[in-house]
């Protein structure tokens, strides 16, 4: 089997890979990347010798490049993780947002459909289904809800969703899409919520909650979701969307005092700023579907991944350092200094 794994320099895409790899030895991936800021070559370099990897530097909107690709390698199967995948970055400047996660997203299916392949799988997020209250603990994101956005971010993984689904119905290209919670684990850009807690932690510079610090998240670790996308790959009905997560809710005051607690570091660091413009306060998913269905399970605890994660950070500073020396730190500034 051939895949191509657009966004496979990022965090979720190359753990993709990596597990991939390992689990199926014979298949042959190739991963388009274009490499934006959180895209990282290095991150790619435990498989750039293996026989059966392939990197492309690419954009996945260039239309040119893209059905080149598609008439040379003919792949079986396409999993779209590329993406502008920050919300804040989105409320800053939609535009790359819209062209990217949208754009991106047709100029991939417009290829799948002119060369064909067996099977097309976008990679979604549990933000298109809007935010929950937080007073009602009962209340579960599911397949079937209307899709809403309440950031530029998630109105274009909407969008995209839409637009996937369209295909399979009027071209009838052989379609999954799967729509995850909030993951974590490492190789993670720092200016997500985990990472960025643990790097500023470490260096003993105040951890920025938003708000109230009462938003709820769902983590899952990245393993399983990769784990649910190889089998919905494989196993998964055409046509259908799967919700992935693990029933992992936590306020991200709970999940910043989990990591000063594991860092050895004072809850004094804690500085609560200015909150996010329309900050969901919700996030929960229900797994039912791809466990009743895929028999997918989520093999690691919170406790023990974020564990994992706060030593991964620890033993590959070189990883992060690099990254947080260069743009990031304009963007640190320019979104933490007048909060
Ligand atoms: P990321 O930002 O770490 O990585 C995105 C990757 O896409 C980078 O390597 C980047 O260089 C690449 N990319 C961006 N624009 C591109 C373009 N125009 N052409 C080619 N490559 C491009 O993101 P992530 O957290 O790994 O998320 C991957 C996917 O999973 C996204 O689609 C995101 O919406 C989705 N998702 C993420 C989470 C999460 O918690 N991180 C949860 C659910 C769904
Ligand atoms: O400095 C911070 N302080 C803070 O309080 C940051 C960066 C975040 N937060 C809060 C905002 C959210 O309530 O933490 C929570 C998590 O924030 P992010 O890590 O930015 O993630 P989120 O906005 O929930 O979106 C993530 O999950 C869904 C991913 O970034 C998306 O790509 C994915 O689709």
């Keep these: 089997m051939k895949i191509l794994v657009t966004g496979g320099a990022g965090f979720i895409g ?10 199926h030895p014979e298949y042959d991936i190739l991963c388009l ?17 293996n026989p059966h990897f392939k990197f492309v530097k690419g954009d996945v909107t260039d239309r040119k490049l893209v059905f080149q690709l598609f008439e040379e390698e003919k792949f079986d199967v396409v999993v ?39 099977r097309y799988h976008q990679v979604g997020t549990d933000e298109v289904y809007g935010d929950l209250p937080l007073d009602r603990p009962d209340l579960f ?19 995209a969703d839409l637009l996937v689904m369209a295909y399979h119905r009027t071209y009838g290209l052989p379609v999954t899409i799967s729509r995850c919670s909030n993951n974590y684990g490492p190789y993670q850009f720092p200016e997500k919520l985990i990472p960025l807690m643990i790097k500023n932690a470490l260096a003993d510079e105040k951890l920025p909650v938003y708000g109230t610090g009462e938003n709820v ?16 790959i494989h196993d998964g009905k055409v046509g259908e969307v799967y919700n992935i997560g693990g029933h992992n809710e936590k306020s991200n005051l709970e999940v910043v005092r ?48 974020i564990r994992q994660t706060i030593d991964w950070y620890l033993d590959n500073r070189s990883w992060w350092e690099e990254i947080i020396s260069g743009e990031y730190q304009e963007y640190y500034d320019r979104m933490y200094s007048n909060r």
């Design 258 to 305: 989990t990591i000063l607690k594991q860092v050895g570091k004072s809850e004094d660091l804690i500085t609560f700023v200015g909150d996010r413009k329309g900050h969901d306060l919700r996030y929960a998913i229900d797994p039912t579907k791809i466990h009743d269905e895929l028999g997918w399970l989520p093999e690691t605890r919170f406790d023990d991944g």
């Design 217 to 232: 998240r769902d983590w899952l670790y990245v393993k399983d979701h990769c784990k649910a996308i190889d089998m919905i």
């Design 80 to 118: 779209n993780f590329a993406a502008e995948s920050h919300v804040d970055r989105s409320i800053e400047d939609p535009g790359v947002f819209l062209r990217t996660n949208i754009l991106g997203t047709q100029t991939l299916m417009d290829a799948s459909n002119e060369y064909g392949v067996a």
């Design 141 to 159: 994101f599911t397949e079937d809800m209307p899709l809403t956005a309440s950031s530029p971010y998630s109105a274009s993984k909407a969008s």
């Design 33 to 49: 990347d274009s490499l934006t800021y959180c895209g990282n070559i290095k991150t790619l370099e435990p498989v750039m010798d």
């Design 14 to 23: 190359a753990n993709f890979v990596f597990y991939m790899l390992d689990k």
